[in-house]
């Protein structure tokens, strides 16, 4: 059973895009690049250029895309699945000290870069969670509902 080209790129633009994103603080110049980005593959995908002058939402809908997240919605979860795996890890493992690593050298000139943690307390503050809701995994809904679900649904048979 073969692929259209189309839906290839649909599977492996984004796993390439958010490879190793759980750790990434995207500025927001690289957050229109990479929405962009997406966009250009979804046009593509529905053989449209920007010469025609389609709406990004017309083309989501032509896609079948236009109710799903995107790109920076999913490593915006990824970031937060990964900072509550790593509050939950043993305090002598290697992710869990680089997290907490304060540097001690001196900053340079100007407005110092935002850090990752800048980037998880914000999406935490943006989707309304509790600072220490990471403790307890059964009950933190960090982006993994979907897989909470399949395995509640076979627990239901």
């Known amino acids: 059973m073969g692929f259209n080209s189309a ?3 649909l599977i492996y633009v984004p796993c390439i895009l958010m490879y190793g994103a759980e ?20 046009r593509r995908s529905a053989r449209k250029s920007r010469m025609e002058r389609i709406k990004n939402e017309h083309i989501k809908e ?6 799903k997240l995107d790109i920076i919605d999913i490593i915006e ?8 795996h790593v509050k939950r890890v043993q305090e002598e493992r290697l992710p869990k000290l ?15 870069r935002k850090t990752w943690m800048e980037g998880v307390r914000a999406a935490t503050k943006t989707r309304h ?6 403790l307890n995994r059964k009950e933190c809904c960090w982006g993994s509902g979907r897989r909470r679900q399949l395995s509640q649904d076979r627990k239901d048979r």
């Open 62 to 67: 032509i896609m079948g895309v236009k109710e």
């Open 7 to 9: 839906f290839k790129g």
């Open 98 to 112: 680089i997290m907490e690593w304060i540097a001690g050298e001196r900053r340079n000139r100007g407005r110092p």
């Open 77 to 84: 979860r990824k970031r937060l699945q990964w900072y509550g």
């Open 129 to 134: 969670l509790e600072a220490d809701q990471w």
């Open 23 to 42: 750790v990434w603080q995207i500025p927001t110049r690289e957050i229109n690049k990479t929405l962009s980005t997406e966009m250009d593959v979804l």
